[in-house]
C-alpha cells in the first residue's frame, strides 16, 4: 500500500491545492500529460523519529520529516522549517511546489522540503541545538551536496544551517560546505541570502505593477508575515516610494493608512521579535487586515490564508504570494473573476532558492561573489523567468499561476522522458 493511502487532503490542505494547481494545467501539456501522475505522486518521503535529552534530564521525541517531489531535473532543494503544525501532507505539498518553483525559473534542481513537528520557543538554545542534530543524523541517509540541499524555513535560521552542515559533516568525515544553504557567511554563505526572498518578491512586483499600470510611487502596501521575507519585501518597496499601510504578524495587526515609518517598525521587529507593540498606526483585529485599502496585497505568512470569503473583501489590485500556498484554488478563481492579479509564489518568492543555488556554487568552486554581482544575477534570472511565464499566459489566455505551472511542469517532464524508466 502506497504512503498516499493514508492523505485525505480536506479542501483546504496543501496538498489537496497543489493537487488542484497540477489538474489545471493538463490541457496545456500535449502529448508529455501521459506522464502527469509522476507530479502527484513523491518519490520519496522518509518520516523520523528524533529523541532529544531536554536540560532537565527528561526525553522528548519529536516528529520529523523530508519529502524528495521529483529529482528528475537534479537533486532536492527545498528548506527546513520547525512549527507545531508541520504533518507529512504539508511538507509533500511545500516539496512539489519547490519542483515547480526551481523548474520555473530554470534552476537545475529538483523540489524536497523537511520539518519538524514542534514550537522550537519552548526549547532552550543547547535542546534546540542537540534536536538539529539528531534529526540532521536521521535524514542524514538521504541528503548530500549531490542529494538533496536543504535550506532555512519557517523559524530556522543560519545558527541551524550550520549545525546541520556540521552534523553531517561529521558523519561523513570531511566538510560539506553544500549540503545546505543559508549558512553563516564564515561557513560558505552567500551574500544576499538573507534578504534574497524579499528581493524576489519586490522584482516580481515591479514587473507586474509595471505591466498592469500601476505606480509603486504612492502605491499603498499591505503585509501579511513580518519575517524575513515579508519585511524585507517591505522596505524594498518603500525605497521605490511606496508605503505599508498595514502589517499583520502573530503578534498582532497594525493599519496606518499615512504609512509606517519603516525605520520605527523594524526597530520593534528586532527588539520584540514582532511588531505588535510598535505605537505608530492603529491596533485592528486580525481578520481586519483583509479589508484594508491597498493597492499591493503581500501574504507572506503560511499557507491557505487567502480564502473564498477574503477574496471577495480584498481591496487590492495586485497581490504577491510570499508565502508558500497561501491562495486556496476557489481563492484563485475570485481574484481572478474580481481583476485582481496574482503572482503567484512558485515564481514570486523563488529569490531565496535562486541564491541558494547561487551559494551552492560558490561552495563547489570555493569562490564567492560580491553582494551587487548576486543582486544583479538574481534580477536577471527572476525578470527573465517573468517574462516567459507571462509570454505562456498571453498565449494560452491563462492566469499566472497556471502559466508558471506549464512552463515549469513542461520541463520537468520532458527530462522524466527523456531520462525514461530504470529498470
Known sequence: MSYLSYINPTATSPWHTYLAQVDRVLPYLGPLARWAETLKRPKRALIVDVPIEMDDGSVQHFEGFRVQHNLSRGPGKGGVRYHPDVNLEEVMALAAWMTIKNAGVGLPYGGAKGGIRVD??????????????????EIGIIIGPQRDIPAPDVNTNPQIMAWMMDTYSMNTGSTATG???????????????????????????????RRIGLKLDGARVAVQGFGNVGSAAAELFVGAGAKIVAVQDHTGTLANPRGFDMAGLMGTLHRDGGVGNFREGERIGNE?????????????????????????????????????????????DVLHDRGILVVPDVICNAGGVTVSYFEWVQDFSSFFWSEDEINVRLDKIMIDALKKIWDTADHHKITLRTATFAVACERILIAREERGLYP
Request: with cysteine; proline share 6%; glycine share 10%.
Open 120 to 137: 522550537p520557543k519552548l526549547l532552550s538554545n543547547k535542546e534546540l541545538e542537540r534536536m538539529t542534530r539528531r534529526y540532521t543524523s
Open 179 to 209: 549540503v545546505v544553504t543559508g549558512k553563516p557567511i564564515h561557513l560558505g554563505g552567500s551574500l544576499g541570502r538573507v534578504k534574497a526572498t524579499g528581493r524576489g518578491v519586490f522584482v516580481t512586483g515591479r514587473e507586474a505593477a
Open 288 to 332: 481586519a487586515f483583509w479589508d484594508v485599502d491597498c493597492d499591493i496585497m503581500i501574504p507572506a505568512a503560511l499557507e491557505g490564508q487567502i480564502t473564498p470569503e477574503r477574496a471577495n473583501r480584498m481591496k487590492a489590485k495586485l497581490v504577491l504570494e510570499g508565502a508558500n500556498g497561501p491562495t486556496l484554488p476557489e481563492a484563485d
